[in-house]
């Protein structure tokens, strides 16, 4: 029993929202692309698949990261109790775990078309090489923005069996929207992070942290207004663009403090809120 608890806290399965994260954007790229005319099993059959391969993609992404991280999270006072870092559980153990988690994913993989499967397998170099990139560039949320929300191309791909301008605008916008979100996110370890020498935009961009924050949000939204129109979605969509707006720019920006660890937590956590707020506006707005 203490193996299980130690592995559900090294994979991290009792803080959904990394995994929600990586869930919202597979939803919405389906749901742009799905017609709601057809069988909609497919559409729920689809959908389950896609929030399977994010718990687990999400799981053994966290493990990677926990082995490759182990000597800094050992001197972060937030990271210093994982189970690599403490020691609990073993480097090897961990990569094991790792490694059948990505066969279940892969397993779910296989149900989608070969164009789906080829560009899911050419984004696992992103997945798992993301977290050395805060040691050279303090741009690392940017690739993670750059793999969280590649899900959205798969899921249109898992429908039309190719990639076309809507979904590319919509993910270079849904990069922008994590891009802020971690940002806010780093605000949490800023001061450990500077002293043990690791990079970030929290750190890159903490003399000017709402001005960057408010142009990464706009950028999201403006794609998700190109997206509207493009898809000529009806007006219950836009009604939602203010219910989002507002999320973005008057709760997550004005009302943050990052100087509060536990404001930047909460702000964060808040994108599960937005995830599935843009999820019902697409709904809505193809009917």
Same mark, same amino acid.
């Given at each position: 029993?203490? #193996?299980?608890?130690?592995?559900?806290?090294?994979?991290?399965?009792?803080k959904p929202i990394g995994y929600m994260l990586l869930f919202w954007p597979c939803?919405?790229?389906?749901?742009?692309? !799905?017609?709601?005319?057809?069988?909609?099993?497919?559409?729920?059959?689809?959908?389950?698949?896609?929030? *399977?391969?994010? @718990?687990?993609?999400?799981?053994a992404g966290c493990i990677v990261n926990d082995v490759l991280d182990k000597n800094f999270d050992k001197k972060v006072l937030?990271?210093?109790?994982r189970p690599i870092a403490s020691g609990k559980i073993s480097v090897k153990v961990g990569l094991i775990y790792a490694v059948i988690l990505c066969f279940a994913a892969f397993l779910i993989l296989i149900n989608f078309n070969y164009f789906t499967i080829i560009?899911?397998?050419?984004?696992?170099?992103?997945?798992?090489t993301y977290p050395l990139m805060?040691?050279?560039?303090?741009?690392? #949320?940017?690739?993670?923005?750059?793999?969280?929300? !590649?899900?959205?191309? *798969?899921?249109?791909?898992?429908?039309?069996?190719?990639?076309? *301008?809507?979904? @590319?605008?919509?993910?270079?916008g849904a990069i922008f929207w994590t891009l802020a979100y971690d940002t806010? !996110?780093?605000? #949490?370890?800023?001061?450990?992070?500077?002293?043990?020498?690791?990079?970030s935009t929290s750190i890159k961009f903490k003399k000017i942290p709402y001005l960057f924050l408010t142009l990464c949000y706009l950028i999201f939204f403006i794609s998700l207004i190109t997206v509207g129109i493009l898809m000529s979605l009806n007006n219950l969509f836009y009604i939602f663009l203010l219910l989002i707006f507002f999320h973005l720019f008057? !709760?997550?920006?004005?009302? *943050?403090?990052?100087?509060?660890?536990?404001?930047?937590?909460?702000?964060?956590?808040?994108?599960?809120?937005?995830?599935?707020l843009i999820l019902i506006g697409i709904i809505f707005g193809k009917f």
């Open positions: 029993m203490n #193996q299980l608890s130690l592995f559900i806290e090294l994979t991290r399965l009792r939803a919405w790229g389906l749901t742009i692309s !799905y017609d709601f005319s057809d069988n909609l099993n497919i559409y729920f059959f689809y959908l389950i698949l896609f929030f *399977l391969g994010s @718990v687990l993609m999400r799981s937030r990271t210093k109790n560009l899911a397998l050419g984004s696992m170099p992103l997945a798992f805060k040691r050279f560039t303090y741009w690392p #949320q940017l690739f993670l923005g750059i793999t969280f929300n !590649y899900g959205l191309i *798969l899921g249109w791909t898992s429908i039309f069996g190719e990639i076309s *301008l809507i979904p @590319v605008i919509f993910y270079l806010i !996110y780093g605000f #949490q370890d800023i001061k450990d992070d500077e002293i043990i020498g690791l990079k008057l !709760y997550q920006i004005r009302k *943050l403090n990052i100087k509060d660890a536990k404001d930047c937590l909460l702000k964060f956590k808040s994108n599960n809120f937005l995830g599935i």
